[in-house]
T-cell receptor, first 111, second 111 residues
Framework: GIQVEQSPPDLILQEGANSTLRCNFS?????LQWFHQNPWGQLINLFY???GTKQNGRLSATTVATERYSLLYISSSQTTDSGVYFC?????????????FGKGTLLTVNP | EPEVTQTPSHQVTQMGQEVILRCVPI?????FYWYRQILGQKVEFLVS????????KSEIFDDQFSVERPDGSNFTLKIRSTKLEDSAMYFC?????????FGSGTQLSVL
């Protein structure tokens, strides 16, 4: 099956800093999403981004499907950004919108 | 904004007991899913459901598991005889065919 690798596995920032999270995947994809899992375990949908660039406030994401990677940018980080960020993809051969998740990046933002 | 709702948020059960986890997907969505996350690990696909039948299931989804859409709104996951290793956060998700939307999860603890 498709492999999803996220880096870095852990990241510690001071409030106000910027960061870039990376997601590499091993095959072509129909679907790519970024999620934020907050300390209560909820999976918050950040971006649906199989290709191109999107921005939502302090967050933006870029997927270069031909090179099989996606980047999530967090600017001016806040303590509430802490949590695990997951990249999840659906292989192009799939038809059931089944997502394969990476292991995530654990982000800690200190005040 | 519409959301996927799950009940209960926490469920504690004895090994060997049956549990039913409940979900109300977003009303105009047609594809439904269950995923699970064992503590500290990545989110794993269990099963997808479309047109009142299972469209795909993982190797985790063995004969102990079943899903049902008993009426027009609810979507349930039943574990017939729980095992210690079934302890996990179980997420329901639905999609309008453009990204998956997850519920807040049910934390299942099997003692």
């Amino acid at each position: 099956g498709i492999q999803v690798e996220q880096s870095p596995p852990d990241l510690i920032l001071q409030e106000g800093a910027n960061s870039t999270l990376r997601c590499n995947f091993s095959d072509s994809v129909n679907n790519l999403q970024w999620f934020h899992q907050n300390p209560w375990g909820q999976l918050i949908n950040l971006f649906y981004i199989p290709s191109g660039t999107k921005q939502n406030g302090r967050l933006s994401a870029t997927t270069v499907a031909t090179e099989r990677y996606s980047l999530l940018y967090i600017s001016s980080s806040q303590t509430t950004d802490s949590g695990v960020y997951f990249c999840a993809v659906e292989n192009s051969g799939g038809s059931n919108y089944k997502l394969t998740f990476g292991k995530g990046t654990l982000l800690t933002v200190n005040p | 904004e519409p959301e996927v709702t799950q009940t209960p948020s926490h469920q504690v059960t004895q090994m060997g007991q049956e549990v039913i986890l409940r979900c109300v997907p977003i009303s105009n969505h047609l594809y439904f899913y269950w995923y699970r996350q064992i503590l500290g690990q990545k989110v794993e696909f269990l099963v997808s459901f479309y047109n009142n039948e299972i469209s795909e299931k993982s190797e985790i989804f063995d004969d102990q598991f079943s899903v049902e859409r008993p009426d027009g709104s609810n979507f349930t996951l039943k574990i017939r005889s729980t095992k210690l290793e079934d302890s996990a956060m179980y997420f329901c998700a639905s999609t309008p065919r453009r990204g998956l939307f997850f519920g807040s999860g049910t934390q299942l603890s099997v003692l």
